[in-house]
């Protein structure tokens, strides 16, 4: 079955960028029937998708509005695994932050979590 | 783009049944049939409960039940059990500007 293993750092400091990674076993990145999404979970802000990026015979990008011009999601296909990255960052960024994937259930419905990672940032 | 209201909580004895609403708009919930739910206790990961409005995952227990009218959507669990004490999230497909959106979250105490 999919499984997805996140990895990174749980502190950044103010203004730096915060990067994180998901690993993928079971599927892959490049698969033609998959996305590959971010979203993150804060006491103030509640659940928030921040984006996705998926393959179908090139890759595109969808990032959410709030986030959009400090947010990269960049696939790996040598690692089989994908990437976020947010720039500029401020207290308003921690949170706890997950990838998932939609399974067998349309594209809007996460059946399949990393375990999350608990970011905060801090000077 | 705004966040999908939720009550804060809501509750039930044993055996009841407790309905928790989702209120979006005509460009959210209103607009597509792509409301899901999602259940979390602390420390873990949603899990999804329901999916395209009324539709249940494998492995997803027939007490959960999904609808919508209008621009609200409803979770409602019937013959509540001590392990259905958990925070419930609504989401919603919100167009190819903006994708996506989570509610407020409703916190189900069984008394």
């Given amino acids: 079955q999919v499984q997805l293993q996140q990895s990174g750092p749980g502190l950044v400091k103010p203004s730096q960028t915060l990067s994180l990674t998901c690993a993928i076993s079971g599927d892959s990145v490049s698969s033609n029937s998959a996305t590959w999404n971010w979203i993150r979970q804060s006491p103030s802000r509640g659940l928030e998708w921040l984006g996705r990026t998926y393959y179908r015979s090139k890759w595109y990008y969808d990032y959410a509005v709030s986030v959009k011009g400090r947010i990269t999601i960049n696939p790996d296909t040598s690692k089989n695994q994908f990437s976020l ?13 997950y990838c998932a994937r939609p399974g067998s259930y349309g594209y809007w419905a996460f059946d399949i979590w990393g375990q999350g990672t608990m970011v905060t940032v801090s000077s | ?30 607009g597509y049939n792509y409301v899901s739910w999602y259940q979390q206790h602390p420390g873990k990961a949603p899990k999804l409960m329901i999916y395209e409005v009324s539709k249940r995952p494998s492995g997803v227990p027939d007490r959960f039940s999904g609808s919508k009218s209008g621009n609200t959507a409803s979770l409602t669990v019937s013959g509540l059990q001590a392990e259905d004490e958990a925070d419930y999230y609504c989401n919603s497909y919100a167009g190819s500007n903006n994708f996506d959106v989570f509610g407020t979250g409703t916190k189900v105490t069984v008394l």
């Fill in chain 1, 85 to 97: 990255q947010l720039n500029s960052v401020t207290p308003e960024d921690t949170a706890v932050y």
């Fill in chain 2, 1 to 30: 783009q705004s966040a999908l209201t939720q009550p804060p909580s809501a509750s039930g004895s044993p055996g009841q049944s407790v309905t928790i609403s989702c209120t979006g708009t005509s460009s959210d919930v209103g």
